[in-house]
């Protein structure tokens, strides 16, 4: 059974840093074409960034130069380091691992308040 299971600090002012985890099990990230989601308040569901299984890496043009997706084999674990947060970075993030099958973590909320 594979699960996928976001963790990272809800609460960040604008300016800062936050690094979200997503901890896969039944499943080798490294597989996978993996990527983060975000979905805004009221707003439709997007795609952050990604990490092909080759580790080609993609990023929207919102987050380009401040987000940095990566993976660490050893924990089976997908990392996305956000820095230089705006409020508009505000969302439900979520964590996508595909092979063959779509599989998505539950969520994770940050919020980018003062």
């Known amino acids: 059974q594979v699960q996928l299971v976001e963790s990272g600090v809800g609460l960040v002012q604008p300016g800062g840093s936050l690094r979200l985890s997503c901890a896969a099990s039944?499943?080798?990230?490294?597989?996978?074409?993996v990527r983060w989601y975000r979905q805004p308040p009221g707003k439709e569901r997007e795609l952050v960034a990604s990490?092909?299984?080759?580790?080609?890496?993609n990023y929207a043009d919102s987050v380009k130069g401040r987000f940095t997706i990566s993976g660490d084999n050893n924990k089976n674990t997908v990392y996305l380091q956000m820095n230089s947060l705006k409020f508009e970075d505000t969302a439900v993030y979520y964590c996508?691992?595909?092979?063959?099958?779509?599989?998505w973590g539950k969520g994770t909320l940050v919020t980018v308040s003062s």
């Open positions: 996508n691992m595909q092979r063959g099958v779509n599989y």
């Open positions: 039944g499943i080798w990230f490294r597989i996978c074409d």
């Open positions: 990490m092909s299984n080759t580790g080609i890496t």
